[in-house]
């Protein structure tokens, strides 16, 4: 008797389909040069039929690698506190907006007073006459038939509805009024918020000089111990215990290096600009 084993058959309604699936243009491709090779009466055909062949599967390519620094760098900060507060306002796109928002009301508003005024309007037209039958002309006009013809104009506009237009003023300067509250609240809440996030850098400044100080005091108290343990002074417990503690603080100053590059980027999102460049 055998030992091994048996797979029952397997009845479906899709028993009767192909199980082999179409061809990729990749494999059609491979399995043509896997042929043997072709007589040469059959060659033509075969040379048309790879000519006419979709193009292969492309090939893939390996990723490019991703370097990734071991320890965080702290970004340089080239820019003064005044030449930042000047960038917030000349280079920050709400501020430029509420500007030209301004400017364009304060333009209506004087327009709007313009239009107010009495319109005075001196013009010339000219007329171009064709000459007309003798028998179709006036008797007073035949004189001027055909004979192009200059008239001089005169156009006065009185402005009736003076409300109508005092009201465009009035609306044109609040709207100028408004938008020029609107730019000093925006200016405000810039230079607040930019003073909020100097106050967060200059506080993460500090400690990543903190920690940096605690990690020195710990890497020589790591020395002394490390002797101290070779002498047998020590056990191995406090050993592990300061390294640890050199962990905690190198991990919270690099946490303090993240928060100061944060900062930095918020100071850039608010002039719109690099610092650093």
Same mark, same amino acid.
Not at 15 to 23: D, G, I, N
Not at 102 to 124: F, Q, T, V
Not at 246 to 273: C, P, R, V
């Given at each position: 008797?055998?030992?091994?084993?048996?797979?029952? $058959?397997?009845?479906?309604? *899709?028993?009767?389909?192909? /199980?082999? @699936?179409? &061809?990729?243009?990749? #494999?059609?491709?491979?399995? =043509?040069?896997?042929?043997?090779?072709?007589?040469?009466?059959?060659?033509?055909?075969?040379?048309?039929?790879?000519?006419?062949?979709?193009?292969?599967?492309?090939?893939?390519? $390996?990723?490019?690698?991703? *370097?990734?620094?071991?320890? /965080?760098? @702290?970004? &340089?900060?080239?820019? #003064?506190?005044?030449?930042? =507060?000047?960038?917030?306002?000349?280079?920050?796109?709400?501020?430029?907006?509420?500007?030209?928002?301004?400017?364009?009301?304060?333009?209506?508003?004087?327009?709007?007073?313009?239009?107010?005024?009495?319109?005075?309007?001196?013009?010339?037209?000219?007329?171009?006459?064709?000459?007309?039958?003798?028998?179709?002309?006036?008797?007073?006009?035949?004189?001027?038939?055909?004979?192009?013809?200059?008239?001089?104009?005169?156009?006065?506009?009185?402005?009736?509805?003076?409300?109508?237009?005092?009201?465009?003023?009035?609306?044109?300067?609040?709207?100028?009024?408004?938008?020029?509250?609107?730019?000093?609240?925006?200016?405000?809440?810039?230079?607040?918020?930019?003073?909020?996030?100097?106050?967060?850098?200059?506080?993460?400044?500090?400690?990543?000089?903190?920690?940096?100080?605690?990690?020195?005091?710990?890497?020589?108290?790591?020395?002394?111990?490390?002797?101290?343990?070779?002498?047998?002074?020590?056990?191995?417990?406090?050993?592990?215990?300061?390294?640890?503690?050199?962990?905690?603080?190198?991990?919270?100053?690099?946490?303090?290096?993240?928060?100061?590059?944060?900062?930095?980027?918020?100071?850039?999102?608010?002039?719109?600009?690099?610092?650093?460049?």
């Amino acid at each position: 008797m055998r030992s091994g084993f048996f797979l029952p $058959p397997v009845f479906s309604r *899709s028993a009767a389909l192909p /199980l082999l @699936r179409r &061809p990729t243009p990749c #494999s059609a491709v491979l399995s =043509l040069l896997r042929r043997p090779v072709p007589a040469p009466a059959d060659l033509p055909r075969t040379v048309r039929h790879l000519r006419h062949a979709p193009s292969p599967c492309p090939i893939p390519r $390996p990723n490019p690698p991703i *370097s990734v620094p071991d320890s /965080l760098e @702290r970004l &340089p900060l080239s820019w #003064s506190e005044s030449m930042a =507060l000047d960038s917030v306002i000349s280079n920050n796109p709400m501020l430029t907006m509420l500007e030209a928002e301004g400017n364009a009301y304060r333009a209506k508003a004087e327009m709007d007073k313009k239009m107010s005024y009495p319109m005075l309007g001196i013009g010339l037209q000219y007329s171009l006459i064709g000459k007309k039958p003798e028998d179709m002309s006036m008797g007073s006009m035949s004189g001027m038939n055909g004979k192009d013809m200059f008239m001089p104009m005169l156009k006065i506009s009185l402005p009736i509805f003076r409300k109508k237009y005092n009201a465009q003023q009035r609306e044109s300067k609040h709207y100028w009024k408004s938008s020029e509250l609107k730019y000093e609240n925006t200016m405000n809440q810039l230079q607040a918020e930019y003073i909020r996030i100097t106050q967060q850098l200059e506080d993460a400044a500090r400690k990543i000089d903190l920690y940096q100080k605690q990690y020195d005091l710990s890497l020589a108290t790591y020395q002394l111990i490390v002797r101290e343990f070779s002498t047998g002074s020590t056990t191995l417990t406090d050993v592990i215990q300061v390294e640890r503690q050199m962990l905690d603080y190198h991990l919270k100053k690099s946490e303090a290096i993240a928060e100061y590059n944060t900062q930095i980027a918020g100071i850039e999102k608010l002039i719109s600009t690099s610092v650093n460049e």
